[in-house]
Each structure stands twice: as structure tokens, then as C-alpha cells.
């Protein structure tokens, strides 16, 4: 009966602050509002779309996993940004030096405000590829490319900025 009690109150008690989700995100109860600004791209090569994707899905990411209210400016928490790299390498160079493989790495800077916990406030650049053989058509598949490597950096902004184990 103790343990029963005893869970009970640690649900309680965690429900009630507000600050933790299951998808561990770990918000202060004072937070209501976040703000995504327009990612700009500065990278050497741009990609026309990726702002735009960038941005939005950094929205709905937060839209879907916190209880958190997109608005235009000044919200509880800030994310600018910036897309510093849209870059496709040759990997996996063969004997006839031709690429078994190419990279498609993509960069973005994040700037992150949270204006009730400043300790929490950060200027980072995250950075994920996907390996594609070189034999593919890189036009017939770099929306689905864009879209892995984009869903990976937003997850690694969302656990940066609320995940705070």
C-alpha cells in the first residue's frame, strides 16, 4: 500500500509542476510561447527549399511534441538560425578512382533563447549526412535525403534546447 501511495504522489507531484513530458522534454511551467524566426541560408550552395523546410518543421516538431504556442515574435523561447552547409563530397573512393558513394552533409547554426532560464541558452551548429551511391540520379533523390537529414537536426535541436538530462 506504501508503493501505491508512494506512486501516486511522484505522478502527482510530476503532473503537476508542468516541467517534465514523456517525450522528455523538460519545460518550465512558465513556458508558454516559443518563436521560430526565418532560417537564412548562407551556405555556398543553396538549396531553394531548405529554409523554408527548416523552419516549418522546427515548428511542427515543437507543435507536436510540447504544449508550447508558435508565435510571430518575443516568445518564451527563441530559435534563429542560420543553414551554413548544403554540401554533396565524394566517399568511398574505388580502385579506379571513381566514388562508390556520395555525402550529402548539412549544416545549420542555431542561436537559442530561453528568456526564463538563461543557463539553458546556446549558439550551436549541428551537422548530419546521408551516404547515397553514386550511381543514383542525386536529383531524383535529395527530397528524401533533405527531409532524413532535416528531421535528425531537428530532433538534435529539440533534445539541446528541452531535453535537459
Not at 510561447?33 to 538549396?47: C, E, G, H, L, M
Not at 522546427?58 to 508550447?68: I, V
Not at 518575443?74 to 579506379?96: C, H, R, V
Request: aromatic content about 12%; glycine content about 4%.
Amino acid at each position: 500500500m506504501k508503493n501505491l501511495i508512494s506512486t501516486f504522489l511522484f505522478i502527482s507531484f510530476t503532473i503537476s509542476c508542468g516541467i517534465y513530458s514523456f517525450n522528455g522534454a523538460s519545460i518550465s511551467k512558465e513556458t508558454k510561447t516559443i518563436t521560430v524566426k526565418y532560417f537564412s541560408n548562407s551556405a555556398s550552395t543553396i538549396q531553394p527549399i531548405l529554409s523554408q523546410l527548416m523552419t516549418e518543421k522546427l515548428k511542427d516538431y515543437f507543435t507536436q511534441q510540447t504544449n508550447l504556442s508558435i508565435i510571430e515574435d518575443d516568445g518564451d523561447l527563441i530559435f534563429e538560425g542560420d543553414i551554413t552547409k548544403y554540401e554533396i563530397k565524394p566517399m568511398a573512393i574505388q580502385s579506379n578512382e571513381i566514388a562508390g558513394q556520395n555525402r550529402l552533409t548539412i549544416s545549420v547554426k542555431v542561436d537559442f533563447k530561453n528568456n526564463y532560464e538563461d543557463e539553458f541558452n546556446f549558439s550551436h551548429t549541428f551537422s548530419r549526412y546521408k551516404d547515397y551511391e553514386s550511381d543514383q540520379n542525386f536529383s531524383e533523390i535529395e527530397e528524401v535525403l533533405m527531409n532524413e537529414i532535416t528531421n535528425e537536426i531537428i530532433e538534435d535541436i529539440f533534445n539541446k534546447s528541452v531535453v535537459n538530462w
